[in-house]
């Protein structure tokens, strides 16, 4: 089992194995901000913030996020949106 923060949640994952937080953030959790490009960890489709640093989350496994805090595009702008947000809808 792995604990983490998701989006100033705390949450656990069972038997996180090597699977990719990319993948757990889409397709397990319904966060679709977060994108899949290369998935090599060279375009950045995929970035989200771990412990406020900017890491790509394809090749990032779920179960090395013990204790950590990871927030996505969706976890950002408590108050309204957040710029990123805004671009992001701007298009
Ligand atoms: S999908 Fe390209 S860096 Fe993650």
């Not at 656990?12 to 194995?17: G, L, Q, T």
């Not at 406020?52 to 805090?69: H, T």
């Amino acid at each position: 089992m792995t604990k983490f923060t998701l989006n100033g949640v705390e949450i656990e994952v069972d038997n996180p194995a090597a699977l990719p937080l990319r993948w757990f953030l889409r397709e397990q959790r319904g966060l679709i901000g977060t994108k899949f490009g290369c998935g090599i960890a060279q375009c950045l489709a995929c970035l989200v913030q771990v412990d406020g640093q900017p890491m790509p989350s394809c090749q990032l496994p779920v179960s090395g996020l013990e204790g950590k805090s990871v927030t996505t595009i969706e976890g950002i702008g408590a108050n309204g949106l957040h710029p990123v947000q805004e671009a992001w809808i701007a298009g």
